[in-house]
């Protein structure tokens, strides 16, 4: 049965096709009969559909014939296929809209600052980035922004690189914007002996309230006639200011209702060492400037941006407007962001400064070493953002999709095995001393194990909580008890008898591990890393308990379901870190 979400998308995708299909304008009846035809089975919840076809009708209504046709592109994106009664959950590569093309190769690039860690959303770019270029036979570009050396470091360079490799993607070309820096000096040069740019010396305090009050500065209308802008370039090129004390800003319009257009900054002055170029650059251009001139000389066909960046396209395409330099067609689509799991650097950078997480790659961060580390196979993220595609829309998606793709995954391949938490003595007075073997997959052959048991076990205290005297209980894969007694609190113990070895379908049954083969272990449970905006301090729950030795045998980073726990990752001897249910 799909979610109500799902249905809610269809409902939606098919009143907007017929609004677009009949100048603007849909009905209630039209849209249930088509939902009707391609799911039947809603015919049982006609009212609450009813109900939500109206709400939707309304506000598809509402569009005009233009923002419905633009929201139709966004849902063929996701793949909707409204028009095919066959609708196959599988979403894959093939989802993504077709790009516009220009005669040219496709080119995508995907253009990470070297500042931090890549994390999840870096993933939804590149990935859809690499499709693009292979769907085409293009290329792609992995083309380090790095032109401000106040937060660049060599490691995060080398990080990304692995980390892209680790998601299985393959750059066709890296390369560094610092590596171009004297070509975009003189791409800077010539936009300010032109009169498209100028030097301003105002200071941070007024660049800012004459931006708000939209005044130009006197440095642009060159009001101060000690020096001219033209003498200006030639100081700021050579050395003669300090950090702060001038800047390059484009000539836009200072009324402009789009504050990006406010003479924003071109180049500034940065004196701090640069992690490939050292001190022999300072005066760096801003990702505003060194983007659309890298995209247009890399010959990128396609800029694929996130939506945060829709104001500032103008300013990318002015730029190459007055530089007379080809066009890139700029693609958006939304930031993935999930609630409660922040991925800002900013955030995770003040985190480990508080010493409030361990690393990057602690398990409760999105950064792709952090999921790595938690057991996420890449092919599962892959999958889990291409099925979002390029939609627009600031919805955020459910953390549970991401894993239940993961899920399928590694399931095949996770060796089950027994873990109680929190354990509590369980005595079968007259249990036998016995082998038993116990397979590693109920379907799938990774092995067998052997196990010897006796009259001594450990249950897990959840399920000891909710037994009863005289109940029948089946201890997995090995035989049925009947619950003696039961005492908590004092001995903490557990007594029963041996019943028999039915299997009764209605029967209880729990994981237990034998006395005679434990372990101590640990599991490391990951949650939401924030709650209400604040950092949780909860967020990361040690899980004690005891597990089967065999555990012990196992290597690192092998999945494991422990069964009626979830699924987990061995980390160390003793320890795995919980992926998810
Ligand atoms: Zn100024």
């Not at 270029?133 to 937060?151: Q, V």
């Not at 066709?172 to 004297?182: R, V």
């Not at 003669?240 to 257009?261: L, S």
Request: aromatic fraction near 8%.
């Amino acid at each position: 049965m799909e979610s109500n979400e799902e249905i809610r998308r269809l409902v939606n995708a098919i009143a907007l096709k017929n609004a677009s299909e009949h100048s603007g304008s849909t009905n209630v009846n039209t849209v249930l009969s088509r939902i009707l035809s391609l799911k039947p089975e809603l015919k049982n919840e006609l009212k609450t559909l009813i109900e939500e076809i109206r709400i939707i009708v309304d506000s598809v209504n509402k569009l005009d014939l233009e923002q419905q046709k633009k929201y139709i592109n966004e849902i063929y994106s996701v793949n909707i296929n409204i028009d095919s009664k066959s609708r196959h959950e599988n979403i894959d590569s093939h989802t993504l809209p077709e790009l516009q093309l220009t005669g040219t190769e496709v080119v995508t690039r995907f253009p990470p600052e070297p500042n931090g860690y890549p994390h999840i959303g870096h993933a939804k770019a590149v990935v859809i980035d690499e499709e693009y270029a292979r769907m085409y036979n293009g290329k792609l570009i992995l083309r380090f922004d790095d032109t401000n050396p106040m937060n660049e470091k060599l490691e995060y360079y080398e990080v990304i690189k692995s980390d892209l490799e680790w998601l299985g993607v393959k750059p066709d070309i890296i390369k560094n914007t610092s590596d171009d820096i004297l070509m975009l000096h003189e791409y800077g040069k010539n936009l300010t002996r032109n009169g498209d740019a100028y030097i301003c010396t105002c200071g941070i305090d007024n660049i800012h309230k004459f931006r708000m009050e939209q005044i130009e500065c006197p440095c642009r209308r060159n009001i101060d006639n000690s020096e001219s802008n033209l003498e200006r370039l030639d100081k700021i090129f050579g050395g003669a200011y300090h950090q702060n004390e001038a800047i390059i800003r484009f000539k836009g319009n200072m009324q402009d209702k789009n504050t990006v257009m406010r003479d924003p900054t071109l180049f500034r002055i940065i004196e701090v060492p640069h992690p490939l170029l050292g001190d022999k650059i300072q005066l760096w251009p801003t990702y505003d400037f060194a983007a659309p001139v890298e995209d247009s000389l890399d010959g990128v066909s396609h800029a694929l941006r996130t939506k945060e960046y829709e104001l500032r396209n103008f300013l990318y395409q002015s730029i190459l407007d007055k530089l007379h330099l080809r066009k890139p067609i700029v693609v958006e689509f939304s930031r993935l962001e999930f609630d409660n799991m922040p991925v800002s650097k900013r955030k995770i950078k003040q985190l480990l400064e508080d010493g409030l997480i361990s690393g990057w790659d602690d398990p409760r961060l999105l950064t792709l070493s952090a999921m790595r580390r938690r057991g996420f196979d890449p092919k599962a993220i892959r999958k889990f953002v291409l099925s979002l595609g390029l939609t627009l829309a600031e919805t955020k998606p459910p953390f549970k999709a991401l894993e239940s793709m993961n899920r399928k995954i590694i399931d095949p391949h996770a060796i089950r095995l027994f873990f109680v938490k929190d354990p509590i003595k369980l005595i079968v007075d007259d249990g036998k001393n016995i082998k038993v073997t116990l397979s590693n997959h109920p379907t799938n052959d990774l092995g067998k194990r052997e196990v010897e048991v006796s009259t001594v076990f450990y249950i897990s205290r959840d399920d000891a909580m909710l037994l009863a005297e005289e109940e029948e209980v089946r201890l997995m894969e090995l035989y049925n008890i009947k619950i003696k007694n039961i005492d908590l609190e004092n001995k903490r113990v557990i007594t029963a008898s041996y019943f028999n070895n039915d299997i009764v379908r209605e029967m209880k049954k729990i994981q237990w591990v034998s006395d005679k083969s434990v372990t101590k272990y640990s599991i490391l449970v990951p949650k939401d890393l924030y709650l209400n905006d604040k950092f949780n301090p909860n967020s990361l729950e040690i899980v004690e308990g005891y597990a089967e030795s065999s555990v012990l045998q196992l290597k690192s980073r092998i999945p494991i379901q422990f069964i009626r726990f979830g699924f987990c990752i061995s980390e160390e001897k003793k320890s795995a870190i919980f992926i998810h249910r």
